[in-house]
C-alpha cells in the first residue's frame, strides 16, 4: 500500500466546482453533439481568454483522439509530420497517426522542443514524389520530458513554418502548466495567433475528461465537425465536456490549478537540487525527472508511486515525478522529509 | 419555447445515483487507462449479468466509436459488413466504418431486421477475389426503426453466421429498452451467448457517457486494448466510464431505467391508436413513429420537441418521439391531453 | 476445348503496332517513373484528340487502380461517392474505394446510367454532419451494361454536378467502345470539357497494360505524382506505358479498334434479334447481353466461352458476350451460324 | 547530350528474350486476371528454382505496390515494421506504407543492414497498448546502399525473428545482384527457406515490368488475391508478367543478367580503388558509391549521367554508379578512360 502516487496527473477525478456544475445542470434538456448551452458558454469564455472572437472551439474527450482527427483534417494523405523523437504522437499513442495514413518525420532533440534548423532540414531533404511532402510541425508545450517554449521561439517555429508553408499544430495537454510556470513568458493569446491549430488540455488539468481544440484560421474550421463524427468524437452528451471548460475557464480556474501543480513540481525540485541530486531535464512545469541512486529509488518505490523513467549509468536512473491540481502539499512535504531521510541513509550505506 | 422535449434519449444528465458515484469517489488515487478499481468492479457486474464470467469488457465513450473500434478490430481489410439500409452505421455515423476500409453491404428491410434468408442472399452473391468478402453481420437492438429481435430470430441469425463463417456483432446503443421491452422474449445472457461482439448502450440509458463492448469469445480478445488506444478511446481517467457502468449494473438500475422509457412509450402509443393513428413501424421500445397529419404536426411542433421522420403521402409524415429513463410522466400525459385536443381540432377543420 | 472466347475483351495480347514500338525503343536509355519521352509524346498526342492543351496525364497500369488513386485524390475524408449499384467501384474491385476510406452512396438504375434526379435526391438526403457528404459522381462510359451515355446526358450531369459542388468522374475502361458507337453522339473533347477526371481506357482496347487518367481543371493538378507513387503506380519503366498509348494515338488506332469490336457485337446483336431473341439491355457497345432459353446456352458453351451473366426467369438467362479489338470475323460468323442452328434444333426439341 | 547513363538499372526495355516471349504469345486467348498459362508456367519455373513446391507466387507490376501489399497483408492495425533508415519504405515510396496504417520503427545502421541486437532492442522498448506492437522486420536485399546479407546473418535475422514472433519480409528488388555477387554466400533456395514473405525482382533485372512476390508459409496463402484486388494489382492481362519471369527463369536467364551487372559494377570499383578512390559502403552489387573529388565529379556530369547521392566533407560528395542486365561493357571501359584522364587532370589542378 503506497502513501502517495506521483504517477501522472491524473490520477483523481475532477475539481469539486466541476463535479458541481454537472449536477446543477443535470436535469436541463439540452441539443445533443456539443450543440447545448454550456458548449456554447465554454466557447465564449475561452475565445475571450485567448482574444481570438473568430476561433473555433471543438470540446474532444482525449488527447490521442485530438491528435489524430486535428492532424488527419489538416493533411493530404502524401503530407506528413514533422516532430520530436519524444512526441506523444511518436511514442505513446499506438500509432493513431500512421493509421490515419501519415509518416511521421522524427527529429532527435536535446529537450523535447524542436528547432528552426531542424524543420528546415527536413523540409530541404524532401525533394519530391518519391517522399513524402513535409506539410506540418507538431510541437507539445509542455513537452513530453516537462519542457517549455518561450515566445520567442513559439515565434521562431511559426515564421519558419510559414516560409515553407508548413501548418504549426501544439498538443496542450499540459498547456496550463506550461503557461503558468515560473519560467514562462508566453500567454494563450500568443499561442493562438502564432498556432494553426492546438488543444488546451483539460483531462490533466482538473477535468473528468475532455480537451478543447482550437482553430483560429477560419479557412481551416469548415466541415470540422465531420471529421470529430467520422472519428466518433461527437459525444451525445457533449454538456459533460461543454460543463467541465466552462468550469475551468469561469474565473480563471484553469490557471489556478495548473499554478498549484507547479508551485508544488518547484518545491519538489528544489529540495532536490538542496540534495545534491541533478536533473535529467530542466524542471520547469509539474513534470520532474531527477536522477537518483538505485538504491535511493528501490527504497523510494516502497513508499510512492512513480514511473522510472531511463537509465543514466549502471547505477543511477532518473524517475518521474508529477504533480497535479489536485496533489496535496502536506505528502509533497513528506516526501521530502522521506527524500531528505533515504538520501542520507543511503549514501552512508555507500561509504561504508 | 417549448413545453417539453422527445427528441431524444440523451438530452439529461446522469442519473443522479451515477452523479453521486463520481462525487464520493473523486479523491481516491487510481490507475488510468481503465485500469482502476470502479471499471474492475463493473466488468465484475456485467459478467455475472450475463453469466459470462470469460468476456472481456472495455468502456468506451460513445457508439460511434464502439462500433468503428469493434468492427475494425474483427476484420481483414477486403472483408465486408452485412447491414440493414437503415443501420445507424449505414446512414449516421458519417462513414466512420468505410474511414476504416471496409465496405457495408447494406440490405433493405421492412421494419430494420435482417433475416437470415438476406444474408444467405448476400454471401452467395459474393463469389471471389473481385468482390469484397462479407464476413460480418451487423444488428441493432434495439433496431433504428424501434423494433426488436425475438430470441428465436437471433438464434436464427447465429446459425446462418455460423454456417457460413460469419461475425454476428449487435449495436446495443438501446439494448436496455430491447430487453425490457413488453414483447421481449430475450435476455442479456441470451445475446452474450448467440453474439461474438456487441455493446451494451449506457448513453442513451441513464449514464453521462459510456458503452460497455463485451467479446465473450477469448479468440477474440488478445489485443483489443491496442485498438482502443489507437483510435483514441483509452481515457486517461476510464474511471469516469467505469463509475457509469457500476452504477447501471449495481441493484439492475440499467434495466429498471429502461423499463421507466418503454412504460411511457407505451403509454403515448396507446393514447394515438385510441386516436386511430397508425404507426411506420410496430411500436416495440422507447421510439415510436407515430403517422400524424401534416397539419396536426404543424400545431405539435409549437409546444413539444421531436423529429419528423418520413413523408408518408402528400398529407402525413410519420414523427419519432422518444422517451427516457428521464422522461416525466406528466409531461407525457400533457402531451396526450394535447394530442387528443389538437386531433379534434384538425379533424374537425379538415372536415369543414 | 473451346472454339473460341468470348469472354471478355482483355483475352488476347496487344496490337501488333503497340509490340513493335516497344521492340524499337527497346534499348534507348530513358528516366524513369513517367519521365521518359514515350509518356511525353503520348500526353501530347492525346491531349491533342481531347482538344485541352493544357490538360494533366498520367499513365496508370490498370484501372481499378486508376479509380483508387482518382477518386481518393478528390475527397476529404468524409466525403463520398453517388454511383450507380452496378457501378464497377461498387460490385467488382474489391471494395478499393471504401479502403481508401470513402462511403459509395449507390444507386439503383434501369440501364446503369445515373440521371440528375437520381443525383439531387442523394445529395438532398444528406443533411449534415452525421452523414457522409455526397462530393463525387461516378459515371462509367461505356457502362458495365453496355450502354451509353449521349452529348446531352452527359451535360445535364455536369450541370447537376456544378450546381451541388460535386466532381464529375468518368471511368472510361471501355471509352473506346462508347465514343465509336454507332449511336454515340458524344466527342473525345466534349468529355475533356464536362469531366473533371476521367481515364481512357487502353487495356481493354488493344494494349498490353494501361489507363490515361486526365485532368482537365489545374486546381485539381497538383502533387498528383505523390498520388500515383503513394499507391505504387509509378512503375519504374513508365516507357511500356508511354509506348501503348503514343501506338494508340497515333494515325487514331485507338478510334478504329475500338469501332472494329463495336462492328462485330453489332453484327452479332443483328443476327440474335432476327433469331427473334431479347436482350437484357439496348445493345449499343462491345458487349450485348442476349436472353436465351437455358437449353440453348447449354449447348453454346460446350462451343465458346462467355459469362452467363443473370437468371431473368426460370428457363432462360441473359448471357454476356464481349467482342474486342482481336476478335476474328471468321469466329463472329461461325457463331452465328451455330447460334442459328442451335436455336432450330432447341425450338423443335421444346415444341415436340 | 550524354554519353552514357549509369542512373539506375530501369533505363532500358526488357531482354529481348523478353520481349519475344510476348510476341510469340501474343495472339492466344487467355484467362484474366494471373490465371493465364504463363503465370502458371513462371510459378512452376520459380518453385522449382526455390526448391519450394508449396510456395504461393503473385506478380505484381512493381516493388512499391509489391511491399504495400505484402506487408499490409501480414499486419493487424496496430503492428508496427522494424526497418533501417535507409530502407525504401522508410525513405522512397512516399508514405506507402504508413498509408496503409503502419508505423515504420527505423533504426540507423550502418551500411543499410539490420543486426539481430537492433531488432531486439525495438522488440522490448515496446511494452504496452500505449505504443505500437512490433511485428515485422523489413530488410533488403541488395540493400539501397549496395551491400548484401550473408547466410549466417539472414539465418540470425531469422531466428530472432522467430523468438519475438515477428515477421521477416524481404525486399528484393535487386535480389538478382545479391545472390550473384562474387562475395555472397547464400542462394534463392536460403532466402525461401528463411524469410516469411519476400519479392523477387523482375524490373530492374531485365523485365519490361513485374516482381514476383512469394509466400513460403501455407497459412499466409489464403485470400491473398483479395489484397492485390483492392490495390488495383490484378491485371487484366497478368500474362505479361507472366510472360517476364517465364523469360527470366527459362535457363537461368535471371542469373545470367544479375551476374553480368555484378562484374561491370566489380570492374569499374577496381578501377576507382586503382586511382586511390575510397567507397561510401563497400561495393558488392551493381550499385557502387566512389567518394570523388568535386572538380572531378563536375567534369563527369558533363559526360555521364549518374546521381550525386550525399556529400561527406565540404570537398568530397558520394556519387552513385549503377550498371545492369543491359550496361555495355565498352561504355564502362570508356568511364574508366575518363575517369583516369579526369583524375589526373583534377588531382594535376589541385596540386598547382
Redesign the interface.
Known amino acids: 500500500m503506497l502513501k502517495?502516487?506521483f504517477?501522472?496527473d491524473?490520477?483523481?477525478?475532477?475539481h469539486?466546482r466541476l463535479?458541481a456544475l454537472?449536477?446543477q445542470?443535470?436535469?436541463?434538456?439540452?441539443?445533443?453533439?456539443g450543440n447545448d448551452r454550456m458548449c456554447q458558454q465554454a466557447t465564449g469564455l475561452i475565445r475571450q481568454r485567448m482574444a481570438a472572437p473568430g476561433a473555433a472551439v471543438h470540446f474532444i474527450?482525449?488527447?490521442?483522439?485530438?491528435?489524430?482527427?486535428g492532424l488527419?483534417s489538416l493533411l493530404?494523405?502524401?503530407e506528413?509530420i514533422i516532430s520530436a523523437t519524444t512526441a506523444h504522437i511518436n511514442?505513446?499513442?499506438?500509432?493513431?497517426v500512421?493509421?490515419?495514413?501519415?509518416?511521421?518525420n522524427a527529429v532527435a532533440t536535446l529537450d523535447g522542443k524542436l528547432t528552426p534548423a531542424q524543420i528546415q532540414t527536413v523540409v530541404d531533404e524532401h525533394t519530391d514524389?518519391?517522399?513524402?511532402?513535409p506539410r506540418l510541425v507538431f510541437i507539445s508545450n509542455s513537452t513530453e520530458v516537462g519542457s517549455i517554449y518561450h515566445k520567442n521561439e513559439l515565434e521562431a517555429l511559426a515564421q519558419v513554418c510559414r516560409r515553407n508553408q508548413l501548418y504549426l499544430y501544439l498538443d496542450g495537454a499540459r498547456l496550463g502548466a506550461a503557461l503558468t510556470s515560473a519560467q514562462a513568458d508566453l500567454t494563450l493569446a500568443d499561442v493562438a495567433e502564432w498556432v494553426d491549430m492546438f488543444y488546451i488540455g483539460g483531462?490533466?488539468n482538473g477535468a473528468?475528461?475532455g480537451e478543447a481544440l482550437v482553430i483560429t484560421d477560419p479557412a481551416l474550421q469548415p466541415?470540422f465537425?465531420?471529421?470529430?463524427?467520422?472519428?466518433?468524437?461527437?459525444?451525445?452528451?457533449g454538456?459533460?465536456l461543454g460543463a467541465q471548460f466552462v468550469g475551468l475557464f469561469q474565473d480563471d480556474l484553469f490557471f489556478e490549478l495548473a499554478r498549484h501543480a507547479n508551485r508544488l513540481a518547484a518545491k519538489l525540485a528544489q529540495a532536490l537540487r538542496a540534495l545534491g541530486f541533478d536533473f535529467l531535464s530542466h524542471p520547469a512545469t509539474n513534470q520532474i525527472f531527477p536522477i537518483l541512486p538505485n538504491a535511493l529509488i528501490a527504497e523510494l518505490e516502497k513508499i510512492y508511486?512513480f514511473y522510472v523513467w531511463a537509465a543514466v549509468d549502471s547505477e543511477h536512473c532518473a524517475i518521474r515525478l508529477v504533480t497535479s491540481w489536485?496533489t496535496r502539499e502536506d505528502m509533497v512535504d513528506e516526501l521530502i522529509h522521506d527524500l531528505q531521510r533515504l538520501a542520507g541513509a543511503t549514501r552512508a550505506q555507500s561509504t561504508e
Open positions: 502517495y502516487r504517477f501522472n491524473y490520477s483523481e477525478g475532477a469539486p463535479l454537472l449536477a445542470t443535470n436535469a436541463e434538456q439540452e441539443d445533443g453533439y474527450s482525449g488527447g490521442t483522439q485530438a491528435n489524430l482527427i488527419g493530404r494523405p502524401y506528413s511514442v505513446h499513442e499506438a500509432g493513431a500512421e493509421a490515419t495514413g501519415h509518416k511521421i514524389e518519391h517522399m513524402v511532402k483531462t490533466k473528468l475528461l466541415d465537425r465531420y471529421f470529430l463524427k467520422q472519428k466518433g468524437a461527437l459525444l451525445a452528451k454538456r459533460v508511486g489536485a
